[in-house]
């Protein structure tokens, strides 16, 4: 495996070390210019275009004709914007919590010992690779509130049947579960991954020091794999804000409206009714912008947080 | 297990503890598995019984007779073994070199000291927020007017690398790779690709195996950008393909849309049990010697 | 720097894999790549014409009246390559993307009813071919309101008719049996023939009388659509601007689907969603009537299934109306837009109407087509000794040109998905739900 003879380093030493500080200059460049290069050529033009897009009255084929910052102080005077703001947020706190949680929970007991571990930890990630398809039709006849599984579960335990379409918030339930249903899994991989990390010593000491398995999961397990605990709530953070396809799927073909008083109809839903179903791209590319610019700052701030609570904190 | 010195145990992955599982956390884990697992099952299902009786309520739980009959049709009515062709290649390509590019920058960002490292690393983490929704219509400005319409490039191209997978690996890599290691390796002379190769690569494998699984799930399943690049009867990825199926007048046939959900699946859980292995076993083995 | 044994093993079958995975997939990529040759490829002096679809319009050579291979076989020099998508919305808002970039078009493209103002408006009308021009349809064979509909506002025609979808109403004769009405659909069609207020009379006598868990009506949404579709006056004033707040039609639909949903005639139900529910109510029992356009006969066979075979039959609308129906249009970009013109024009033509009615039932939209033997003695074995095809050629002939808007689609929708149906199920006050819908409408709509 090795590729340099021992003596190269001898005889050319000038050579060599000029080379090596090159190498270690340039390589940090090198390995990053992938994704900079692609981003530049894919990312960077729909950017901007769509901050064009968003000063001007335009329809897609049609001319565009310069607005200013109307469509933003539209969607500011406009209710259909706050409560799709509203439903993003609570569908967001609603959904993202206990799928973190679950998801840590589950990777943790996937990191056990066992038989048919394997099985287990590909089965689930089966919801992720779930047609939209079935999963609408499943979800659809759980939550249907006539026959569905979910109310007569609900009627056994004494309860009136709920109306999980047209009612606000078990509407938002609803999607929610399904967003839990569907990315839980899929994060529990992700901490997995970042678990298999964690050096087995670090768990030897705290067993000689009497710890119990739960003890070593909050005083070991979870300090150890804190950047992907942050990565995941990055993450999820932008997913819920930009939530669109388990309201689309849920609500069918009222899904773009987010039911049929919006009562589910969060900002992705609405910058696509806009765009393509109503033909205001202009006011569209606002939302796009209004919810960049909100994901910026709630990234700042929680930029900010990280470094007052670990000022040292860096790498 | 047993290991000569202590530095080498504290950078070596490993398999996470060796505690074997109680009956409380397999109970745990099977209800887990029985519940992400059961739409998979009712799609089978829905694919063995007749359009009518899916929609009809209550729906069906057990398997009917039609799956064959509609396994057949579905087949007739797309080309499947181009779709399915197509569709690896761009999952596989997508996934093969977002899991190579996302290693090497979330290594850089991780563990190499640069200038602006860190404001880098917040455009990186900013990109994502992007809505997706809406650049399809600049993306598909750019692709015409490369001339890319129909052609698989204009799928795997703009996915090359992503953004989550660069934060992905730079999180991991930040905890799972000590710093000394790579000095260590510099110390010897290595130069940054044997680094890579020989430092990097076997500590982030479970988390590139992870990236590659996710990555490759989502680039199979991909629709909205696909269906607007490709074209069904040109040359489909294998949701472009099933878009026509189970068309009727003013209806749908859900049963045969489910039946190539079923079609576009199977692969997918090949897929898993191949590279599930990766995940689970032979990282515990995963030490390096200096 | 070394690795251990097994490791080393162990990564070079996984790199080996990975490598073959890889040139596999690059070999296969450049094979694709160079496939992709449907749009031109007259060297061998063929040409392929691609015709985009959504639903099923009955042209293919599998389940349809095999049209394309019959033009194929009258023109050795043309093959015809259906790429067909089963969601009417995907399918437009995709097609509007690659209008908009004249790229990835097939050469025939076929537009819904509910979109063809927008296909005629300003940002689209330009990238049609004028098949007045081009083609050489005759125009005159065609109903003229729906030419009117393809015309664009400086008089090209760029979409020729398919189908149209007079309209009936469907009813179940037991239900009206248990409820005291007559069965006889003569009866039932004179019980409101003229007028829609009639049909709210024959549904509170229904439902005095109702059979239990059923009800008149599927759904006040159905209602609307049907009654809006037979007025003279819908969303657009005369010069075709949307003016759906001063529009007499509209008032009097809204009047009349409200005064169902508050009365208690409708069954509260969505046509077409996706939990099943309104699919299985045919089966059910829980609706006595359903606003019945042509295409819907087949839902209801399909639906109602065979224990339910000769239970429905059908009756004339108060007033005719239209619902549905489709065009064929041909982008200006294309390569071929001659032959793809004649294709349109031939798949259009009177003769293959009938055949395409013969085989998927579809009213065709040229006039001789429908006043054929043919189309007007047709009869489906589902509706037993019922004179579908006389039924439905008699909506049409009773069809009038109405002007339409570009946005007639998306406030249909608003006013259905979001006022009427509001009250229906979160049993919003009419008044309150007119309000919101406007407001909606002003939101949303950027004239």
């Known amino acids: 495996m090795d590729l340099i003879a021992p003596n190269t380093q001898s005889i050319r030493p000038r050579w060599r070390s000029r080379l090596y500080r090159w190498d270690v200059r340039a390589a940090p460049y090198a390995f990053v210019a992938p994704f900079f290069l692609c981003f530049a050529a894919f990312g960077l033009f729909p950017l901007v275009y769509t901050g064009w897009l968003s000063l001007h009255r335009v329809e897609l084929g049609g001319e565009a004709q310069w607005l200013g910052l109307r469509n933003y102080t539209a969607l500011w005077d406009s209710d259909f914007f706050w409560n799709a703001l509203g439903n993003t947020f609570t569908i967001g706190v609603i959904s993202t919590v206990p799928q973190l949680l679950l998801a840590l929970g589950l990777a943790h007991l996937l990191n056990y010992e066992m038989r048919g571990r394997g099985f287990l930890r590909v089965a689930v990630l089966a919801p992720y690779a779930t047609s939209i398809a079935a999963a609408t039709l499943v979800f659809a006849q759980l939550f249907n509130s006539d026959y569905g599984l979910i109310n007569t579960v609900i009627g056994w335990a004494g309860f009136h049947p709920v109306d999980w379409e047209s009612s606000k918030w078990p509407a938002q339930i609803a999607i929610s579960v399904i967003v839990t249903w569907r990315w839980t899994g899929y994060n529990a991989l992700i901490y997995l991954a970042a678990m298999q990390a964690v050096p087995q010593d670090l768990y030897e000491a705290a067993a000689l020091d009497g710890a119990s398995r739960a003890r070593q999961f909050l005083s070991v397990t979870i300090p150890s794999i804190r950047p992907t605990i942050l990565f995941t709530i990055v993450v999820s953070t932008i997913g819920a804000t930009q939530l669109f396809g388990e309201p689309m799927l849920f609500g069918g073909s009222l899904g773009v409206s987010g039911g049929s008083g919006n009562q589910f109809q969060t900002l992705s839903l609405l910058m696509y009714e806009k765009g393509w179903v109503t033909g205001a791209l202009g006011q569209a590319s606002a939302i796009a912008w209004v919810m960049l610019l909100l994901l910026l700052s709630v990234g700042a701030v929680q930029a900010l947080v990280v470094r007052v609570r670990h000022p040292r904190r860096r790498g | ?290 | 720097m070394r690795t251990t044994g097994t490791i080393t093993t162990r990564r070079r079958r996984l790199t080996a894999l990975i490598a073959l995975a890889a040139g596999t997939a690059l070999l296969a990529g450049c094979g694709s790549g160079g496939g992709t040759g449907t749009k031109a490829d007259g060297a061998s002096g063929t040409v392929t014409l691609r015709i985009g679809t959504f639903g099923s319009f009955g042209y293919d050579n599998d389940t349809g009246a095999k049209l394309y291979a019959e033009y194929e076989k009258l023109h050795p020099g043309i093959k015809i390559v259906e790429s067909n998508v089963a969601d009417g919305q995907k399918y437009w808002d995709t097609l509007k993307l690659r209008l908009s970039r004249d790229s990835g078009l097939a050469d025939i493209q076929a537009v819904e009813v509910g979109y063809i103002a927008e296909a005629t408006g300003p940002a689209l009308a330009g990238k049609w071919a004028d098949l007045a021009k081009t083609g050489g349809a005759d125009l005159g064979a065609f109903l003229d309101w729906k030419v009117k509909q393809a015309t664009t506002a400086d008089g090209k025609v760029i979409g020729l008719g398919t189908d149209i979808g007079p309209m009936a109403i469907c009813y179940n004769k037991d239900l009206f049996a248990k409820a005291g009405l007559p069965t006889d659909r003569a009866q039932v069609g004179a019980l409101w023939a003229g007028s829609w207020d009639k049909f709210l009379e024959a549904g509170r006598a229904y439902q005095a009388k109702a059979p239990e868990g059923t009800s008149f009506h599927d759904s006040a949404s159905g209602l609307f659509n049907a009654v809006v579709s037979s007025e003279p006056v819908q969303y657009a004033d005369a010069k075709g601007e949307l003016d759906y707040r001063n529009s007499p039609g509209v008032k009097q639909a809204w009047s009349v689907a409200t005064s169902a949903a508050t009365g208690g005639l409708t069954a509260k139900l969505r046509q077409f969603d996706e939990k099943g529910t309104w699919n299985a109510g045919f089966k059910n029992n829980r609706f006595a009537t359903v606003a019945c356009p042509s295409w819907m006969t087949g839902i209801i066979k399909d639906q109602a299934g065979q224990e339910n075979q000769g239970k429905w039959d059908i009756a004339p609308a108060p007033v005719a109306g239209n619902w549905g129906g489709s065009f064929l249009a041909v982008p200006k970009s294309g390569p071929h837009v001659k032959e793809a013109a004649e294709l349109a024009a031939w798949l259009t033509a009177p003769a293959q109407h009938a055949k395409v009615f013969a085989v998927n039932g579809n009213i065709p939209s040229t006039k001789e087509t429908l006043s054929s033997p043919a189309v007007r003695n047709a009869t489906l074995p589902f509706f037993g000794d019922t004179p579908v095809g006389r039924i439905y050629s008699e909506a049409a002939a009773g069809i009038k040109a109405v002007p339409i808007s570009r946005w007639d689609g998306q406030v249909k929708t608003f006013i259905t998905d979001n006022g009427i149906l509001d009250i229906e199920q979160r049993g919003t006050d009419p008044a309150q739900a007119w309000a919101n819908v406007n407001k909606l409408i002003d939101d949303k709509i950027q004239k």
Do not use: C
């Open chain 2, 1 to 290: 297990m047993s290991t000569a010195s202590t530095t080498r145990t504290r950078w070596r992955p490993s398999a996470g503890r060796q505690q074997h599982a109680g009956p409380l956390t397999y109970a745990l884990l099977v209800l887990a598995a029985l519940v992400s697992l059961f739409p998979l099952y009712w799609n089978l299902v829905a694919a063995s019984h007749s359009g009518e009786r899916v929609v009809e309520a209550p729906a069906p739980l057990l398997p009917g007779r039609h799956l064959f009959d509609n396994l057949a049709f579905a087949w007739n009515q797309v080309d499947m073994g181009r779709a399915l062709v197509n569709t690896t290649v761009v999952a596989g390509l997508v996934a093969l070199s977002t899991v190579m590019f996302s290693t090497l920058a979330g290594f850089a960002f991780a563990k190499l000291p640069f200038r602006g490292r860190n404001v880098l690393l917040a455009l990186v983490v900013a990109t994502m927020t992007i809505p997706p929704q809406l650049s399809v219509i600049p993306l598909y400005e750019i692709i015409t007017d490369l001339g890319w319409v129909d052609q698989l490039q204009s799928v795997v191209l703009p996915s090359l690398v992503a953004a989550f997978g660069v934060f992905f690996m730079r999180q991991y890599l930040v905890e799972a790779l000590p710093v000394e290691l790579v000095e260590a390796a510099r110390v010897d002379g290595a130069h940054s690709l044997r680094i890579v190769w020989h430092v990097v690569f076997p500590v982030a494998r479970p988390a590139m195996a992870v990236l590659g699984m996710l990555v490759f799930v989502q680039a199979w399943n991909d629709f909205f950008w696909p269906f607007i690049a490709l074209t069904p009867e040109g040359n489909p990825t294998l949701q472009v393909a099933l878009a026509g199926l189970g068309s009727g007048n003013h209806s749908v046939d859900q049963a045969i849309v489910l039946t190539g959900a079923l079609i576009s699946t199977v692969p997918l859980l090949l897929v898993f049990a191949l590279l599930g292995k990766h995940i689970v076993g032979g990282i515990t083995a995963g030490a390096v010697k200096n």
